[in-house]
């Protein structure tokens, strides 16, 4: 079983800048691919992007490439979404999942 615990949300306004952690315990997340989802306000939750158990990112979102990406720290067994130039309609809440296992998911608020 592994625990997934999301943190770095916030408020911003339109153009600026967030890192999302996903931090997990109770397994060393190192052989297994994550992904970063969101789901805003009456709508369905949906996959922003994947980074596989080798490093590769996949899956990226249409409306945020160029501007999100995902990065992992080995050591910390945490996952980061990086998010850039962020816009109104990115606010949602945003969610990791490995596995059958999901975060809480942490708010993300971008007023323009």
């Known amino acids: 079983q592994v625990k997934l615990v999301e943190s770095g949300g916030g408020l911003v306004q339109s153009g600026g800048s967030l890192r999302l952690s996903c931090a997990a315990s109770g397994r060393s997340f190192s052989m297994y691919t994550m992904h970063w989802f969101r789901q805003a306000p009456g709508k369905e939750r949906e996959l922003v992007a994947t980074?596989?158990?080798?490093?590769?990112?996949?899956n990226l979102l249409d409306s945020v490439k160029d501007r999100f990406t995902v990065s992992k720290d080995h050591a910390n067994n945490t996952v980061y979404l990086e998010m850039n130039n962020l816009k109104p309609e990115d606010t949602a809440v945003y969610y990791c999942k490995t596995g059958p296992n999901w975060g809480q998911g942490t708010q993300v608020t971008v007023s323009s």
């Open positions: 980074m596989t158990w080798n490093g590769e990112i996949t």
